[in-house]
Each structure stands twice: as structure tokens, then as C-alpha cells.
């Protein structure tokens, strides 16, 4: 999935001759944050609404402005769309061309949807989550010890841990019941850090784990 595939159609155009006063009632309008300048079908930048109410006079023209014009191309990632709004902090990104046409812009709103199914979480099944140091994560070892539990691995990410130095590794599998997959990491020294699942199914292993403990205590 591309910048392309995720354009939204409702982000209207800032244009050079528009005069500031304009500008800030069309941002206002789209419930935005900032606007893409386009001329001649050419992209411009992009105007934010604060930069307009503290830089500029009513009066002044949004050509007569220095724009910053963050991008992506059309071809670009899902993710790397992703990266780059969380990075500069921005609600839209415009997607353009080799040729530096605008093409439309991607919001926040656009992507969200996209990326959900990307991340397949309307998808039943567990997710998993856990502790790993970074020498020794092994996507292939995970994969290997849910598929050897009869589960396939939806969707796998890893992200740093900046206080532990740890990777925290976020694992969704097929299946609601992901207690013998959470056995399985146990048994090979994967620190388990929390289990999202179906509550029946919380409970069923609760109420297992707590029958193992009476057990043990009446032996």
C-alpha cells in the first residue's frame, strides 16, 4: 500500500494569491492544522494556521511567503508515509510526483483506516507482547515456536524499550487462546510483558493455572 492508494479527497488547496485572512478561514473550514500551497499544479509547501496568526498580516499574500514543502512521492510506503507525518508532527503530508505535481494529500484520517488493515487488527486473535534484548531477537525463532503451536503469526513489531534497552516485540496470531503459544516463549526465555485476548479465554486460563496451584498444594 502506497501514498497513492491513501490520498484524502477532503483537503482543500491553499493558492499564492489567496490573501492571508483566506487562508486562515479555509484551514478553519477543513478542521486542519495546515494546507498544501498549489500553483499551476505544482506544489508549493504547506501553511499552518499558527505560522499565519503569528507571522502575518491579514492583508499579506500567502506567495509572498516563505513555505516549507515536506513530501512524499506517490510511490512511497505506508510506513514511511507514517514516519514522516509522526516525525515533523504534521496532519497532513502531500504526495506529488517525480515532477513535483500535487497529486492530493494524505491526512491523519486517511491513514488511519489503511494502516489498521495493514496491521490486520480487525482480524480475530491474540496479541502478545514481549521482552527481548536486541542481540538476540529473532523473528525467525518467534515465528517458528507460535507455528509450532498450530497458530500463524498476523502480524509482527518490534520497538525499543529506551529505558531497558530492550525490544518490546507486539506479536498478533490467528488464535483467540494463545495459552500454549505463551508457554512455548516461556519455555524459551521470552519474557512475557502483557497478553491481549478474548476474556473468556483470560478466564479459562486462570481458572487452569489456578487448578495446577491447588494441586500442587494438596500433593
Do not use: W
Amino acid at each position: 500500500m502506497t501514498a497513492k492508494d491513501i490520498i484524502s479527497d477532503q483537503i482543500p488547496c491553499i493558492y499564492p494569491e489567496m490573501k492571508v485572512s483566506e487562508a486562515i478561514a479555509r484551514i478553519e473550514e477543513a478542521k486542519l492544522k495546515c494546507l498544501p500551497v498549489v500553483s499551476d499544479r505544482l506544489y508549493r509547501g504547506i501553511i499552518c494556521e499558527k505560522e499565519l496568526l503569528t507571522l502575518s498580516a491579514p492583508d499579506d499574500k500567502i506567495g509572498d511567503m516563505d513555505l516549507y514543502a515536506p513530501s512524499v512521492r506517490a510511490d512511497s510506503h505506508i510506513l514511511e508515509v507514517l514516519n514522516r507525518m509522526a516525525q515533523l508532527s504534521l496532519d497532513i503530508l502531500p504526495v506529488v510526483s517525480a515532477d513535483n505535481e500535487y497529486l492530493g494529500s494524505v491526512s491523519m484520517c486517511s491513514l488511519l483506516f489503511p494502516f489498521s488493515t495493514f496491521c490486520h487488527t480487525s482480524q480475530p486473535g491474540a496479541i502478545i507482547e514481549i521482552a527481548v534484548r536486541p542481540e538476540e531477537y529473532s523473528a525467525t525463532e518467534i515465528c517458528r515456536l507460535v507455528e509450532d503451536n498450530n497458530s500463524k503469526v498476523v502480524s509482527l513489531f518490534s520497538f525499543p524499550d529506551g529505558e531497558s534497552g530492550m525490544l518490546t516485540v507486539a506479536i498478533k496470531i490467528d488464535r483467540e487462546d494463545a495459552s500454549s503459544v505463551l508457554r512455548s516463549l516461556e519455555r524459551f526465555n521470552y519474557r512475557i510483558l502483557r497478553c491481549y485476548q478474548h476474556q473468556d479465554v483470560i478466564d479459562e486460563r486462570t481458572e487452569h493455572r489456578f487448578r495446577e496451584l491447588m494441586y500442587y498444594l494438596e500433593m
